[in-house]
């Protein structure tokens, strides 16, 4: 399985992230497939995770979380309440492969790892940010081959290209080899690490802020992740709308991720930053809109603008009445729409010759 942009050069690939936002029930879930294939998505992401194998009973909250969720609820108790079984995660990638969609989730640890890629037979690998320095993780996700799309908020180029060390030692390194972080960073300058990092691997830019504000984005980092390491990069929004997703496919992403819910009114972490299934419509419309529009880099006349071409642009006209024999002046000779005649770039050249012909006024000139 290659990355995503191997097959994305024309075409970005949409990731609806449902994530949490079923709120724990299997209904909600198939419903939430059904929203993000009639909103043209190319897959629906759902968070695969066993709250006793992901936090600590005693972890806090995040501020956001605190917010939309019950105050006397630990972390590990809203996790538990939000997880999806293993005969939930097969009703939902079965329902995915007859509906046309593709079934992705989020493993938060090496169980959930197991699940989607051994039993549910997922086929590409989407990583949280909050996963970039989970390196057993990382490993295990490229030991597995499937193709991986690494989120990597709250993070700097540094914790990224140890990061990409770490998929690269998996990829191309023996399970007889032991890890090591000096091993990592060998296996990322390698060639062969090099090679299985664009042939499998691509990042996206994201602000793990909930939502996250418009000045916090630094879109422009899309572009640095690109250029630093040389694969191909997408964004993965937190912020209100899609004007952020849209933007970035104008910058070059070749993948787009945004939250979505059926109801911003649900009660559960995600909802209040979530797109609803007529914004995820809109939001996939306007990502084809960009892609189209990009088009080639080659400046000439579109096919469209030929015709137009010669009702907008100009020729040379008789100004007045020519005589056969009268000399062509700036008295007589004009320059006016159709372009179907003589361009005005030969004007000069055209001053000082002799009409062959009699010209009515507004006639185009035949040279």
């Not at 419309?285 to 096919?303: D, H, M, Q």
Request: hydrophobic share 40%; net charge neutral.
């Amino acid at each position: 399985m290659t990355s995503v942009s191997k097959q994305a050069h024309s075409r970005v690939y949409v990731i609806a992230e449902a994530g949490v936002c079923h709120n724990g029930s299997l209904e909600l879930a198939r419903r939430m497939v059904d929203a993000a294939r009639r909103a043209g998505a190319d897959a629906v992401k759902f968070q695969s995770f066993r709250a006793v194998e992901m936090v600590c009973r005693t972890a806090p909250k995040a501020a956001y979380q605190l917010e939309t969720t019950a105050q006397d609820e630990t972390q590990f108790d809203m996790l538990r309440r939000l997880e999806l079984d293993e005969a939930s995660h097969a009703v939902l990638a079965r329902h995915c492969r007859e509906n046309g969609i593709e079934f992705l989730s989020t493993p938060f640890d090496l169980v959930s790892l197991g699940l989607l890629t051994e039993r549910i037979g997922v086929q590409r690998i989407k990583l949280a940010s909050s996963e970039i320095t989970n390196a057993p993780l990382l490993l295990a996700a490229a030991r597995t081959r499937r193709s991986v799309i690494l989120s990597t908020g709250m993070s700097a180029l540094a914790e990224v290209k140890t990061a990409l060390g770490v998929l690269a030692f998996g990829y191309v390194r023996p399970v007889s080899v032991l890890p090591s972080v000096r091993s990592f960073e060998d296996t990322y300058w390698s060639s062969e690490g090099q090679a299985a990092l664009l042939k499998n691997v691509t990042l996206l830019h994201c602000t793990s802020e909930y939502p996250a504000r418009f000045e916090d984005v630094n879109l422009r980092a899309m572009q640095t992740l690109r250029e630093a390491f040389g694969l191909p990069t997408g964004i993965s929004d937190h912020t209100p709308g899609s004007t952020v997703p849209v933007a970035a496919v104008a910058l070059g992403a070749v993948v787009v991720e945004k939250h979505f819910t059926l109801d911003r009114e649900l009660s559960g972490p995600d909802h209040n930053v979530a797109l609803t299934p007529d914004e995820l419509t809109a939001m996939v419309r306007g990502v084809r809109e960009v892609e189209a529009a990009l088009g080639s880099p080659i400046k000439s006349a579109a096919e469209g603008e030929l015709e137009v071409q010669k009702v907008a642009r100009k020729s040379l006209v008789a100004a007045r009445p020519i005589v056969r024999g009268e000399v062509f002046s700036e008295q007589n000779l004009g320059v006016k729409r159709p372009g179907s005649g003589v361009s005005p770039l030969s004007y000069w050249e055209t001053l000082g010759k002799v009409a062959d012909r009699d010209y009515q006024s507004d006639e185009l000139i035949v040279l």
